[in-house]
Nanobody
Framework: QVQLVESGGGLVQAGGSLRLSCAAS????????MGWFRQAPGKEREFVAG????????YYADSVKGRFTISRDNAKNTVHLQMNDLKPEDTAVYYC???????????????????WGQGTQVSVSS
């Protein structure tokens, strides 16, 4: 079993930055595909970014491409999401997710991820 705990959320003004972290425990995630998803009030949970086991393959939702960067530190069993130029529409609860597969063809498919964190709130004011 893998337990995931997100941190780094908060309130920020539009144009600001935040760095989310996801700490994994229970087993190493060095061979896992990792992803970030988010859910805004009244909306379905949506894909934000994904990264394969080595970090050499990343994938982003069009809405965050060029502003967000996903990265991982396998030695520390952590994954990060650097969010720059935040917009009010980025306001959501952000979730970290893990798939035991080292690579998945479609990072955005939520059913590929077996493990989920509890989420961290990100609020962007205009």
């Amino acid at each position: 079993q893998v337990q995931l705990v997100e941190s780094g959320g908060g309130l920020v003004q539009a144009g600001g930055s935040l760095r989310l972290s996801c700490a994994a425990s229970g087993r190493t995630i060095s061979t896992y595909t990792m992803g970030w998803f988010r859910q805004a009030p009244g909306k379905e949970r949506e894909f934000v970014a994904g990264i394969n086991w080595s970090g050499q393959s990343t994938y982003y939702a069009d809405s965050v491409k060029g502003r967000f960067t996903i990265s991982r530190d396998n030695a520390k069993n952590t994954v990060h999401l650097q969010m720059n130029d935040l917009k009010p529409e980025d306001t959501a609860v952000y979730y970290c997710a893990a798939s035991s597969l080292p690579y998945i063809p479609n990072y955005y498919e939520q059913r590929r991820y077996a493990y989920w964190g509890q989420g961290t709130q990100v609020s962007v004011s205009s």
